[in-house]
């Protein structure tokens, strides 16, 4: 079966532009993971998603950033008003369930360059 | 506070040599530990896991992984490296109690194979 998808795959953007970034998780994974990748850096944890609960935000750096997760699949990650520093690699992951013990499935990521 | 330490961030090693990369954590409680590989353009996929049992892991593509609690490290291995195994790898750890989005990820160790 297909795997996480991601959309678009780079994105170079103006300072100060909003962008959006597409996950299409695995069907049937009810967990989903957003994380940034900056250069020489590990992954950092952005927000959590798990069926229909509120999700976990507690990694958004500040209230730029903000993502949704339409009928439980697709997710998307909304940056406003862009900066340099949000260059970065963002990475999408979906899980079956949210228990410890299932396999993140990583999609190959959205590069993001901001001018 | 939790923390994920790779020490190396770059290692060369000739096609057909062993490989081992090291990974330190800090963790109150009792650590989850991972493994994973990024090849270039790729996502991340994991190459092994660690809950509990045998102290020694098998993963894919012939990597191994061994806990050592009083060492506080998860460090990988490989006894004949492919120039395939080319890649980043990143060690990640998180715990029982916690929530998956916060396992926290190492910084990555880059393995460049030579023939």
């Known amino acids: 079966g297909a795997g996480v998808s991601q959309s678009p795959s780079n994105k170079v953007t103006e300072k100060g532009k909003d962008v959006e970034l597409r996950c299409d998780p695995i069907s049937g994974h009810t967990a989903l993971y957003w994380y940034r990748q900056s250069l020489g850096q590990g992954l950092e944890f952005l927000i959590y998603?798990?069926?229909?609960?509120?999700?976990?935000k507690s990694g958004l750096p500040s209230d730029r950033f903000s993502a949704e997760r339409t009928g439980g699949s697709v997710s998307t990650l909304t940056i406003q008003r862009t900066q340099q520093e949000d260059s970065a690699v963002y990475l999408c992951a979906s899980s079956f369930t949210s228990g410890v013990g299932d396999t993140q499935y990583f999609g190959p990521g959205t590069r993001l360059t901001v001018l | 506070a939790q923390s994920v330490t790779q020490p190396d961030i770059h290692i060369t090693v000739s096609e057909g040599a062993s490989l081992e990369l090291r990974c330190n954590y800090s963790?109150?409680?009792?650590?989850?530990l991972f493994w994973y590989v990024q090849s270039p353009g790729q996502g991340l996929q994991l190459l092994l896991k660690?809950?509990?049992?045998?102290?020694l892991v098998q993963g894919i593509k012939g990597f191994e992984a061994e806990f050592k609690r009083s060492q506080s490290s998860f460090n990988l291995r490989k006894p004949s490296v492919h120039w395939s195994d080319a890649a980043e790898y990143f060690c990640?750890?998180?715990?029982?109690?916690?929530?998956?989005?916060?396992?926290?990820f190492g910084a990555g160790t880059q393995v460049v194979v030579t023939p």
């Open positions: 990640a750890v998180g715990a029982l109690t916690d929530s998956w989005g916060k396992f926290q």
């Open positions: 998603f798990q069926g229909n609960s509120a999700p976990d």
């Open positions: 660690y809950f509990s049992g045998d102290t």
């Open positions: 963790y109150g409680a009792t650590p989850y």
